[in-house]
């Protein structure tokens, strides 16, 4: 939607965000450079990628990820390694696993194995498992098709160290050039590990009493789903829908996602041991913006689903304007499963550990927008990170813009005529460095309620958009010139926001 002074109604919100100091100011202050996430995971230096080995034990949330420790582009991979006890704030860690003479370490997935149907176990303590891709760059280099082979590490001291196991690699390579990404999970009924393991243009499934010894079930995906790039970084695991246990494999994609570039879609189905079978072949999206990729969910946490992505799209990632680091996560967010028409989504929305991470909101109620309402009275502390809550009774076309005095805007809104939300970065300040990053994305809305709400997450270069109870989530990175100082609110209707909240968020790196 363009903006038309004449015809919008802007309510301005006016929030004079402090924002963050130069890096001329901050150079001595390290994750406070220009474009350092405030609210947000990222190293305190050099690449970053996808979330690997993520596993919650004994109180601690462990986020491990590919690192690259010696450069801000991506380079030989390791496992990075941070914790969390709350998902909010996050302690990084020395480097948890190193490549050796077996290649570099790759995305994978960490278990707590209870049992110690592994062997790894000694007096008693339960060992920590990562089954991780080692990639041979030799072999990629010699034109062999079997440089990506599947190898563990455990951990007696509840994942601050690993060991290696010495029979690596477990799982070999029968001659596929993409080989990698496995997340493994228990299967209670059979009493077996299942490895969901991505295969070039599909998944195949292998099952283990050990975790040491494999053997391939089946595979899926051929011939449904999106194929307009690899296949990469698989999850499965079930939900429960009213009663009913259904199964669901994530298959992150690149490129080839709905907005250009990487992507997650998923498929709901069954699942018996061997076979997945989905009930529908209808592709769909986890994350409609372009900035949500390789994500995957944290194993041991029981029912609860906690999904983590890779705030980036290899569209653009070794490019984005930082210096010391590169790159960095989405907000945690719990899944959930939605019914909405004939259909069965997931939906996403931030954990509630966030709320408790946060003071309490400035509320406002029947916020009419017509005329110049001007609420910087009420919000005149505000700065970024914040959260936006907006409620309305009535669907209207309306947009949110973040905004700098360098005339620099992010928009984000809704178009009634199209039932889409939208994100319009082709004005938010650096965009040169890549082709398509200043564009604008759209995402449908699936519900035919005649109210909406929506929740943003906004960071000092990111914004993370949950609509409609999480139906519809996109996610976009920024990286304005000056730091954004104003956002309004503005409409081409007389519209009603029933409830506004602004709340203000506070560093995590204080």
């Not at 550990?353 to 017509?370: C, F, G």
């Not at 959260?387 to 005095?405: A, F, G, P, Q, T």
């Not at 000092?460 to 949950?466: A, G, N, T």
Request: proline letters at 5%; glycine letters at 8%; one cysteine or more.
């Amino acid at each position: 939607m363009k903006w038309n002074k004449n015809k919008n109604i802007i309510v301005g919100l006016a929030c004079m965000v402090a924002g963050l100091a130069t890096n001329a100011q901050n150079k001595d202050k390290p994750m406070h450079e220009e474009h350092r996430p405030q609210f947000h995971f990222s190293p305190k230096a050099h690449w970053i990628n996808d979330p690997n080995g993520m596993v919650y034990y004994k109180g601690v949330y462990h986020l491990f990820f590919q690192y690259h420790p010696g450069s801000s582009i991506w380079g030989p991979m390791h496992w990075g390694h941070a914790t969390s006890t709350d998902l909010v704030h996050w302690k990084e860690l020395p480097v948890a696993i190193y490549p050796d003479s077996l290649g570099t370490i790759f995305s994978g997935s960490a278990v707590v194995d209870e049992n110690n149907t592994s062997g790894f176990g000694k007096d008693g303590i339960v060992p920590l498992v990562a089954v991780f891709t080692q990639h041979d760059m030799v072999g990629e280099k010699a034109g062999r098709n079997n440089f990506q082979n599947q190898s563990l590490a455990y951990s007696l001291d509840e994942g601050k160290t690993w060991i290696k196991y010495a029979g690596n690699p477990v799982l070999k390579n029968p001659g596929i050039v993409d080989f990698r990404d496995p997340k493994v999970m228990w299967y209670a009924p059979q009493k077996k590990w299942i490895m969901t393991l991505a295969t070039k243009d599909r998944i195949t499934f292998y099952a283990s009493p050990d975790l040491k010894n494999w053997e391939k079930q089946s595979e899926f995906g051929q011939s449904i789903g999106a194929h307009g790039g690899v296949w990469e970084c698989p999850d499965l695991f079930s939900m429960d829908d009213n009663g009913k246990q259904v199964w669901v494999l994530i298959v992150n994609l690149n490129p080839g996602g709905p907005n250009g570039g990487s992507s997650t879609q998923y498929f709901l189905g069954d699942f018996d041991g061997k076979t997945f079978t989905p009930g529908s072949e209808q592709t769909k999206w986890l994350d409609y913006g372009p900035d949500d990729y390789a994500g995957i969910t944290w194993s041991n946490t029981g029912n609860r689903k906690i999904f983590l992505g890779w705030m980036s799209n290899w569209n653009y990632a070794n490019l984005v304007p930082t210096e010391t680091w590169r790159n960095a996560m989405t907000i945690p967010r719990e899944l959930s499963l939605k019914h909405t028409g004939n259909d069965l989504l997931i939906a996403s929305a931030p954990v509630k550990e966030l709320n408790n991470a946060t003071p309490k909101p400035v509320v406002m109620n029947n916020l009419l927008l017509s005329g110049n309402t001007v609420l910087n009275k009420k919000i005149s502390m505000a700065t970024l990170p914040c959260r936006i809550d907006i409620n309305m009774h009535e669907l209207k076309d309306w947009s949110l813009i973040l905004s700098n005095e360098l005339g620099e805007e992010l928009t984000v809104g809704f178009d009634k005529s199209m039932n889409q939300y939208y994100i319009d970065r082709s004005k938010s300040g650096k965009i040169d460095f890549q082709k398509d990053f200043g564009a604008r994305h759209v995402a449908p809305r699936f519900t035919t309620a005649s109210n909406m709400d929506m929740t943003l997450i906004i960071d000092v270069s990111s914004v993370e958009l949950f609509a409609d109870n999480g139906l519809t989530v996109m996610t976009e990175i920024f990286f304005p010139n000056k730091p954004y100082k104003k956002i309004n609110i503005q409409s081409t209707e007389a519209a009603v926001i029933n409830r506004l909240a602004y709340t203000k968020l506070d560093s995590i790196w204080k």
